[in-house]
């Protein structure tokens, strides 16, 4: 893959085929493994996409639920990576694009008589 990446969070999905069906069903497998988090914290881990994550925490995970982290973790392209036609500078456009023949005349200004 090119360009920028993005990922999805399986986690929630992960859980569901392990027959874990609530968020705090994680919270005493993750004591045993000595990580603490609150009823909160688990439930964002599990219901939002993590923008970072210990990597004490992602093990724990990937022993708790038995899986690879292919399982929880998808790598996508992000979204908007598609490359955009580049735009000419300003006034370098044809008339047909923009606004074209629309463009104001410039001003002259001349001294006053007075």
């Keep these: 893959m090119d360009g920028k990446l993005d990922y999805r969070w399986h986690l929630r999905k992960v ?3 392990r027959g874990m069906f609530s968020t ?3 919270i005493p497998p993750l004591a045993e ?3 603490t988090l609150s009823s909160s914290q688990v439930y964002r881990l599990v219901v939002e ?4 994550l210990s990597l004490k925490i992602l093990m724990a995970l990937l022993d708790i639920l038995d899986c690879t982290m292919d399982d929880l973790i998808e790598p996508v392209a992000a979204a ?3 490359k955009r036609p580049k735009k000419a500078a300003a006034g370098g456009t044809a ?3 923009g606004i ?3 463009r104001p005349k410039r001003a002259r200004i001349t001294g006053v008589d007075g």
């Design 95 to 97: 008339a047909s694009e």
């Design 24 to 26: 705090t069903d994680l």
């Design 100 to 102: 074209g023949g629309l």
């Design 80 to 82: 908007g990576a598609a």
């Design 15 to 17: 859980m569901a085929n």
């Design 49 to 52: 996409r993590p923008e970072r």
């Design 33 to 35: 493994r000595g990580i």
